[in-house]
């Protein structure tokens, strides 16, 4: 699933070499499964909001979300953070991917920011939650 | 809001927008009550996340009823039809 994120304009190859640069940075200093595990853990949303228009108002709604669709956000923050590294750095796009999993894995990070900001919509619009679609 | 068959045209309408789905909603309040208790859910709301994530999973699974109005409205007009 990963691979098929990174990859822009069907370049799969392309994609997977820059996993398995990922997989190896991380692998030399921490274990690996560990790392992505707990990374995951602490970026996957439990849910989204979207704008509902109800009556002439349009209100944020709350909605919970499926397992796969959690991932995929996830694995979409890491990668537009480690973009946003890589304009600020000039450090490999495979290092600032594996620099953004391993702050996940330490709660911390701009993926975790979003994440949690996220959250907090969330919350502060739970009245609306009625209005699901 | 129908349209009324002449001979030959069905009957069809278009059927109404269902207003969202009340589904994982007790589950939804619990995780709430719960993030507004303590800010870290990963370790104090384990147990909340988890029946979210498999209620919101079952649903998904589940997915949307088709609305067959059309269908018997049809099955209807032929009806008359004889």
């Given at each position: 699933k990963f691979t098929n994120l990174l990859m822009?304009?069907?370049?799969k190859i392309k994609a997977s070499k820059i996993l398995f640069n990922i997989i190896k940075e991380i692998q030399s200093n921490f274990t690996l499964l560990r790392v992505i595990s707990k990374a995951l853990e602490n970026l996957v949303p439990n849910l989204e909001v979207r704008k509902v228009r109800v009556a002439g108002s349009t209100y944020i709604v709350p909605a919970v979300l499926s397992k796969k669709k959690q991932e995929t956000l996830a694995l979409k923050w890491i990668i537009e953070s480690a973009k946003k590294r890589q304009k600020n750095s000039k450090l490999e796009f495979s290092v600032c991917l594996a620099d953004e999993m391993l702050e996940a894995s330490r709660k911390s990070g701009q993926a975790r920011q979003k994440r949690d900001e996220l959250h907090r919509l969330a919350q502060m619009n739970r009245a609306y939650s009625r209005y699901r679609w | 809001m129908g349209k009324h068959g002449k001979s030959g045209t069905p009957l069809k309408i278009n059927p109404r927008r269902s207003r969202g789905n009340s589904e994982c909603m007790e589950e939804l309040n619990a995780f709430f009550t719960c993030m507004a208790k303590s800010?870290?859910?990963?370790?104090?709301c384990v147990a909340e996340r988890r029946a979210l994530t498999n209620c919101a999973t079952a649903a998904a699974r589940k997915g949307k009823t088709a609305n067959t109005i059309n269908y018997h409205l049809q099955r209807i007009s032929r009806m008359l039809r004889r």
């Amino acid at each position: 699933k990963f691979t098929n994120l990174l990859m822009i304009d069907g370049k799969k190859i392309k994609a997977s070499k820059i996993l398995f640069n990922i997989i190896k940075e991380i692998q030399s200093n921490f274990t690996l499964l560990r790392v992505i595990s707990k990374a995951l853990e602490n970026l996957v949303p439990n849910l989204e909001v979207r704008k509902v228009r109800v009556a002439g108002s349009t209100y944020i709604v709350p909605a919970v979300l499926s397992k796969k669709k959690q991932e995929t956000l996830a694995l979409k923050w890491i990668i537009e953070s480690a973009k946003k590294r890589q304009k600020n750095s000039k450090l490999e796009f495979s290092v600032c991917l594996a620099d953004e999993m391993l702050e996940a894995s330490r709660k911390s990070g701009q993926a975790r920011q979003k994440r949690d900001e996220l959250h907090r919509l969330a919350q502060m619009n739970r009245a609306y939650s009625r209005y699901r679609w | 809001m129908g349209k009324h068959g002449k001979s030959g045209t069905p009957l069809k309408i278009n059927p109404r927008r269902s207003r969202g789905n009340s589904e994982c909603m007790e589950e939804l309040n619990a995780f709430f009550t719960c993030m507004a208790k303590s800010i870290d859910v990963e370790d104090k709301c384990v147990a909340e996340r988890r029946a979210l994530t498999n209620c919101a999973t079952a649903a998904a699974r589940k997915g949307k009823t088709a609305n067959t109005i059309n269908y018997h409205l049809q099955r209807i007009s032929r009806m008359l039809r004889r």
